[in-house]
């Protein structure tokens, strides 16, 4: 029998729903044509081709179910292609079928008509039904009024759709579990079918997971059965870096069938860590690489919608009372699960109310499977899941999101979503790509500058997109508690552990506003001496300070004080280092079970770092830190959205500034050179992400610019993958830390290591490194014209920044500063230099000690002197740079490095890296004029036939030198603001013209005193 409204259902219809069908309606008209999905010949009610579309069909059977007919059934609502366009024949084409979606004896447009349209529009899962079922509905499952709408499409031919499950696929629980998820495929599909696509979500080792499509046979997961996609085998693919995977797999002919296809994934084996692994992705491929099911046909579970399996106040009571209290296993061991009991709680390696699982996206599911791992029943399990469904925290990440992944939109974000970042999608896959990020209006200067100034945009590092997968929640987390690690006596004796406990006992209970105030009226001059200090000092060094009972201990020397239990004591596995520490003991763990203590006391740190600043919403509070005590930190010159301070305690969550020899990771992800280099990355860039000092850093913090630039081509040595636009993006951010106004060679302004380029930028291939003997591939032997300009374009702005000072500020020693080995500077006409230490202190800007007396293939390697000379000549050589920025360079080396002449040092002859001169420089002097201000000089000079740009030059001495302070400009005006104003110095200008064939000389001289 076929069901249709009653005149009195419609009538009533009319009158209490006539606001939400007219809506409805007025919406369905207004449709665009959306991409159709596969023909549902059924519900082409216009007969237009098999193509059935919400806005046509979907109003055409909305209307005719609330009683509509003749032309208010089909006014505005045919198309040109429809075939069956007069009313009578739709309605009889309507009236011969059943459009009872929902079972319940009735057919409704606010009910089945809005499934179907949502159908139509593409649309699954949960969300094809929701807010759509009439009174006594039989059929309420999404995917069973699902196969029912496709039971009667009248074709067959309909999109392919996962049929029994939503992504992720979570393949948790004991050994051997298995999870299938079920595909209805079309006979066109299922035979053009030659690769089964996934991404998968920690399958870390080659033992852990198998596939099986229908009966065919079981399939391990690993390298050789599976081919990864992108750079994923660049990181080792399965069993090396990467938590997310994307991978493909054959599937043999025949194995696939049209109708429903099962295929079933395994956990195979664990490690004693691990409870099972995801697959978050999965599609066919045709021989092509197309994708043949659309993306429409998944369905993904939103962690917003979720509910705990109890909402009773006992059981989350309950649960909260076993995430602080539950004693635990260390892992599952069935049967009867005999493994050892642990010391520490869930509380103790995550957030400590746990609101990161909820944060992150943690599944019901996994946190009872992960409870049950760790000894609990099912009951509490779900308790627990309970309490943790229940924390008034937004649900925003997922755990295969890595946290802080920068990717498009990010900083515009609350601040409360920060932390979840951009999504594993913004993970490039090509390293090049970012550079559209960077410049996405064409490789300009005014991407990089505040106008047509020398003053650095802030670069956000939040909103570019790397090619750089950063680790997952999953390895923020502690694999063993230093609880269980050290022994809980000690471990709670250190003052990381005291000092987390202090901050949590000052910021309980405060509301923003309080936390505010704390934070500009704490005294926090307390100093390092007292790190439990009430004031700013223990937020601010909290996790910079070493895991020992000393103040300012480095973690390398701390790990002297560490308890036995810290290392595997049987021989052969002590701690060894080739270079003693000067106490008699050796100073690096190379031992994988010592390794993994260490690198989870620095990850439990690490996440209680975040639960501080997270929890508590430190991230905006920047702004308002009290500086005094604090040295160069400047709270006006902090970010919006920052980890507070200017520590940089992320940095040195790093395997290798954690003390742990090369290859020891101390992840159970794998000890290897390649990993070593991996995490330690991944933590240079955090810090970078978090907290790269906000223009306010000094010395080595909140980065440490010289072994960020090492470890990253440390990548480009162990593999042919190019890292050069994430090597871009640290020059850059590196350039706009230093433009802070206070100057070149300070430790907390200008310098020149952390705005430098070269180590991270080497433009050939073949450069040798000073001191290492490994070669740069940070760029390619035949640069692509587009890399080449963005180099150029590089080096353009970091020649006019470091130009923009006289010669006198970036060179000025103090008489009688020390060097290194002892060696006392000669004397000479530098004075006063505010820097300290061997890289930023006397070898770093004394090329007359580096170039011509260093025996020491490190001081050489440490000297920017060195490099520059060494790059010079590679770029003379190989024509790198156009002839002004060449001749430029070179110009701006002598003024600066020119040698000690009276001391028996030789003068450097920087002058022969210069390249000829060509063309006609303006005739006539330059106009020079006071500005708008009194350091203001604006310079003006008539055109030359022929120019393609011109230069602008200016010393402070009549005979020079003469340093290029403007490249390429194409107007005949620059303006200026001159350094070191107010001391009555006369500065004289130059201008010289760019042609295809090179840069002419210079012309004559105009001077201005300012």
């Known amino acids: 029998m076929t069901h249709q409204p009653t005149t009195s259902r419609v009538s009533a219809l009319r009158v209490h729903a006539a606001p939400l069908f007219r809506a409805l309606t007025a919406s369905l008209a207004a449709l665009c044509l959306a991409s159709p999905v596969a023909a549902l010949c059924n519900f082409d009610i216009d007969d237009s081709g098999g193509t059935p579309n919400a806005s046509v069909d979907g109003l055409l059977l909305v209307r005719h179910m609330a009683g509509l007919r003749g032309d208010r059934l089909t006014d505005g609502a045919i198309q040109a292609s429809s075939k069956r366009r007069v009313a009578t024949d739709i309605q009889t084409f309507i009236g011969t079928q059943i459009f009872d979606i929902d079972g319940n004896g009735t057919q409704d447009p606010l009910t089945d008509g809005l499934i179907i349209t949502r159908y139509l529009q593409g649309i699954t899962g949960p969300a094809l039904v929701k807010g759509a079922l009439g009174k006594n509905a039989t059929r309420t499952d999404p995917t069973d009024v699902l196969n029912y709408l496709k039971s009667i499409d009248g ?60 009966g065919g046979a079981w399939l391990a997961l690993n390298n050789t059965t599976a081919q990864m996609v992108g750079t994923n085998l660049t990181y080792g693919g399965i069993g090396g870096s990467l938590a997310t995977l994307k991978m493909s797999i054959p599937v043999a002919a025949g194995l696939l069938t049209e109708g429903q296809n099962t295929i079933t994934f395994k956990f195979n084996e664990t490690n004693n860590v691990s409870m099972g692994y995801r697959v978050i992705g999965l599609n066919l491929l045709n021989s092509a690489g197309a994708r043949l099911i659309p993306a429409s046909g998944f369905t993904h579970s939103d962690p917003a919608s979720w509910t705990g399996p109890s909402t009773t106040t006992a059981d989350i009571n309950a649960g909260k009372a076993l995430w602080a209290t539950a004693q635990l296993k260390a892992h599952f061991d069935p049967p009867g699960n005999t ?151 000690w471990a709670e004796n250190t003052p990381n552990f005291k000092q987390y406990e202090n901050l949590k006992t000052l910021l309980t209970g405060k509301t923003e506003a309080q936390i505010q105030e704390w934070f500009r009226t704490s005294n926090n001059g307390e100093g390092r001496g007292k790190p439990f200090a009430r004031g700013l000092w223990a937020m601010l060094q909290w996790g910079q300070e070493s895991p020992d009972d000393g103040g300012g201990m480095g973690v390398e020397q701390a790990l002297f004080r560490l308890p036995p239990e810290a290392f595997d004591q049987r021989p052969g596995n002590q701690r060894t280092r080739t270079v003693p520490n000067g106490s008699g003991e050796t100073g690096r763990v190379r ?107 000094y010395d080595h913090s909140a980065v440490d610019w010289g072994y960020a630039h090492g470890f990253l081509s440390g990548f480009n040595r162990l593999t042919d993958m190019k890292q050069s636009a994430r090597n871009l993006i640290w020059s850059l951010k590196g350039m706009d830390e230093g433009d802070n106004d206070r100057g070149p060679n300070r430790s907390d302004g200008w310098s020149f290591r952390r705005g430098g380029m070269d180590s991270a930028l080497g433009f050939v291939d073949d450069i040798p490194q000073p001191a290492t003997g490994y070669t740069s591939r940070a760029w390619v032997v035949s640069p692509t014209a587009e890399a080449k300009q963005v180099h150029t374009l590089l080096r353009q702005v970091w020649l006019e920044k470091v130009a923009s000072w006289l010669p006198i500020q970036m060179s000025q020693y103090t008489q009688g500063e020390a060097l290194e080995g002892g060696n006392p500077y000669p004397g000479g006409p530098f004075l006063g230099n505010p820097k300290s230490g061997d890289e930023d202190g006397g070898i770093f800007n004394r090329p007359d000690f580096v170039l011509t007396a260093s025996p020491s293939p490190e001081t050489r390697s440490r000297s920017f002197a060195y490099g520059t000379d060494t790059m010079m000549l590679e770029y003379k050589q190989r024509g790198t740079y156009p002839a002004a920025m060449q001749n430029g360079y070179a110009t701006w080396a002598q003024a600066v490095w020119p040698g000690i002449v009276g001391n028996a040092a030789p003068q450097n002859d920087w002058l022969k890296y210069r390249v000829g001169t060509v063309g006609t420089a303006p005739s006539s002097a330059p106009l020079v004029s006071a500005g708008t201000t009194a350091n203001s000089v604006n310079v003006s000079w008539s055109s030359v036939a022929g120019a393609q740009s011109y230069n602008v030059k200016r010393a402070d001495s009549p005979s020079g030198p003469f340093l290029t302070i403007a490249y390429f400009r194409t107007g005949n005006s620059y303006s200026e603001t001159v350094p070191m104003a107010g001391t009555g110095r006369t500065y004289y200008y130059r201008i010289t013209t760019n042609t295809a064939a090179g840069e002419s000389l210079d012309s004559a001289s105009a001077s201005i005193q300012r």
């Open 339 to 489: 493994a050892p009991n642990i010391i520490a709680k869930c509380a103790d390696c995550h957030t400590a109310t746990g609101f990161d699982l909820k944060y992150f996206g943690y599944s019901n599911n996994a946190i009872i499977e992960r409870s049950k791992f760790h000894g609990l029943s099912q009951t509490q399990g779900e308790q627990i899941a309970s309490y943790i469904r229940s924390l008034p925290v937004k649900a925003v990440g997922r755990p295969w999101n890595p946290p802080y992944q920068p990717g498009p939109g990010t900083s515009s974000k609350p601040n409360d979503e920060w932390a979840a970042g951009a999504g594993i999608d913004n993970v490039l896959d090509d390293d090049w790509d970012t550079i559209q990020h960077i410049f996405p209006n064409g490789i300009k200067r005014d991407a990089l500058m505040v106008g047509d100034t020398t003053k650095f945009k802030r670069f956000d590092t939040h909103d570019v997109p790397i090619a750089f997968q950063l680790p997952d929640w999953n390895h923020w987390l502690p694999e063993v508690h230093p609880y269980d690690a050290f022994g809980k006596t």
């Open 591 to 697: 031992q994988t079970e010592g390794a993994r203590k260490i690198y989870s006391l620095v990850q439990w740190r690490m996440t209680k770092q975040f639960d501080i600043h997270e929890g508590f919403g430190l991230t905006s509070m920047g702004p308002y830190v009290n500086t005094g005590g604090m040295g160069p930190f400047r709270a006006d010159l902090a970010g919006p959205r920052m980890w507070v301070g200017a520590n940089r305690s992320v940095f040195d969550a790093s395997p290798f500034l954690s003390a742990l020899d090369y290859e020891f990771t101390g992840s159970s992800s794998g000890d290897n050179a390649f990993n070593f280099d991996y995490l330690s990355n991944a933590w240079y860039q955090l810090q970078l992400i978090l907290n790269p000092g906000h223009r306010s850093a």
């Open 155 to 214: 074709c067959g031919n309909t999109p392919s759709l996962v049929l029994s499950q939503a992504f992720p696929i979570e393949v948790f629980g004991e050994v051997g579990t298995e999870k299938s998820v079920t595909l209805s495929l079309t006979a066109a599909q299922a035979s053009s079918a030659q690769r089964l696509w996934l991404q998968t979500h920690n399958i870390r080792y080659a033992t852990k997971a198998s596939i099986k499509i229908n």
